[in-house]
């Protein structure tokens, strides 16, 4: 069965200090992989996609993930925290041989920054 | 232009009420999804349009009833809500629908109010 964990509820950092959002998932085959941001009362946001391509991600706002297949692993990283990034993100996959564009959100990272 | 609109961005409604919701979108997109949000969790699917015919219908109830006029439009139809229907509902597209990990665009959602 396919999943999504996101380790942490909620991340609270420090202006100008890394971001590190954790994400594992469970998938039978090579999945693409997405994480997608979501600012209070607004719809969701691309962040970034991994398809397979490449496993070191860039995505818009100076965010990052890294797919790590050993580790069924794609974390969510920043160098530097701004107040713009509080907001929730949702880590989701979509997993390959399904009959439509079948997605699988995890339960979702409320990020924090604190001024 | 990544852009998928919903109309309206606020509806408050009673439970004897119709009403309809609307999303459009001018990407070429031939998938479109509606997906109900309460909040602090992910959004869940309700329908699956690819290539204008229903092809998933996540056992919703019946007073919700999805319509897609052509390529571009998708509606929401709704009638004798619920209280717990309250909810951000939002619709997304992607390119084909066909199982290709594909990304899924959102819209900014519709916040459904039922009294």
């Known amino acids: 069965a396919q999943s999504v964990t996101q380790l942490d509820s909620h991340v609270s950092v420090s202006e100008g200090t890394p971001v590190l959002l954790r994400c594992n998932y469970s998938?039978?085959?090579?999945?693409?992989l997405f994480w997608y941001v979501q600012h209070p009362n607004k719809g969701l946001q691309l962040l970034l996609k991994?398809?397979?391509?490449?496993?070191l991600v860039k995505g818009i706002n100076g965010f990052e993930a890294e797919f790590k297949k050993s580790e069924t692993s794609f974390h969510l990283t920043k160098p530097s925290a701004h107040m713009s990034d509080a907001a929730e993100y949702f880590c989701?996959?979509?997993?390959?041989?399904?009959?439509?564009?079948?997605?699988?959100f995890g339960p979702g990272t409320s990020l924090s920054v604190i001024p | 232009d990544t852009e998928v609109t919903q109309t309206p961005k606020h509806l408050v409604m009673g439970m004897t009420n119709k009403k309809s919701l609307k999303c459009e979108q001018h990407?070429?997109?031939?998938?479109m999804y509606w997906y109900k949000q309460k909040a602090k969790k992910p959004p869940e699917l309700m329908f699956v349009?690819?290539?204008?015919?229903?092809?998933i219908n996540e056992s919703v109830p019946s007073r919700f009833s999805p319509e897609c006029p052509n390529s571009s439009l998708l509606n929401l139809h709704l009638h004798a809500l619920q209280p717990e229907d309250s909810a951000l509902y939002l619709c997304?597209?992607?390119?084909?629908?066909?199982?290709?990990?594909?990304?899924?665009?959102f819209g900014p959602g519709t916040r459904l109010l039922v009294l």
């Open positions: 997304a597209s992607s390119l084909r629908g066909r199982g290709e990990g594909e990304t899924q665009y």
């Open positions: 998938s039978s085959y090579s999945p693409s």
């Open positions: 991994y398809t397979s391509a490449a496993t």
């Open positions: 989701v996959v979509s997993p390959a041989g399904t009959s439509y564009d079948k997605v699988i």
């Open positions: 990407m070429g997109h031939r998938a």
């Open positions: 349009y690819s290539y204008e015919k229903l092809s």
